[in-house]
């Protein structure tokens, strides 16, 4: 039997470890590298994070498994048991080129169902976090549920790329959105960004193509509000594989499924 609230508190240490070495990293000279495309960038600090942090769940949960950005854990193809879910840095390019707007991502999972949620913004030292049936916190602060917003008075997180052309969704289908709300943000992380829908300060939010590890932690953060986590189309998420994203506060998100995505089809 887990206890979630004394795992809870053990995170919360590891991830406060892990900020202050990232933090003391960037007094050098990062070493960057790139993956799948010269916008997809890990750094040494990236790996040393994640390595961080398996190394402390190996030593102290032998038993669980662990999906990590870099590659570092587990081969999942099933959700038994408990996972965690792990993004070392969230925002790589934030944190090479801005030094700041980057988060520790970990969500833990048991048989499936998000049980903790942590976002943690290094540079300001900003920790969202929840246990699931308890609540949700900023900075050890309750953070109230969320309440529904019009459309009019909504504003959306997103990548201006998916209001052009590109090859994941037509342009029109958030370009009417756009037209509706109050306005749009985007600050490059999406954990962060799901962090800012959790505290209220976004009313939804909306990704094309993410990985299990860039929301896993808000996933859990966020539906503990009242806010919910879907695909695009309104499709339950999965760890097990890449999708599309869209969280929102309550009610917001289905006027904007029913009004704007109602026929969009998930592209692979």
Known sequence: MIDWLILDREIKIWIQEAGERIRH???????????????????????????????????TYPGHRILGEEGGGDEITDVRGVIWVIDPIDGTMNFVHMHRNFTISIGVFGDGVGQLGYIYDVIHDELY??????????????????????????IVGMNPIWLTNNRRIDPEYLRRLVKDIRGTRSFGSAALEMG???????????????????????WVIVEELGG??????????????????????????????????QNYVEKN
């Open 25 to 59: 990293s960037l007094q050098n000279k990062l070493q960057i590298s790139i993956k799948s495309n010269p916008n997809d960038l890990v750094t040494n600090v990236d790996k040393d994070t994640e390595q961080f942090f398996i190394e402390k769940i190996r030593s």
């Open 129 to 154: 976090s929840a246990v699931k049936g308890k609540g949700a916190l900023f900075n050890d602060q309750p953070i109230p549920r969320l309440e529904e917003v019009s459309i009019e008075k909504a």
């Open 196 to 218: 800012y829908v959790a505290c209220g300060w976004l009313d939804a939010y909306i990704a094309m193509h993410l990985s299990p590890w860039d929301f896993a932690a808000g």
């Open 228 to 261: 919910k986590a879907t695909k695009l189309n309104g499709e339950p998420l999965s760890l097990l594989e890449k999708s599309s994203l869209f969280v929102a506060k309550p009610g917001l998100h289905q006027v904007i499924l029913d009004n704007y995505l």
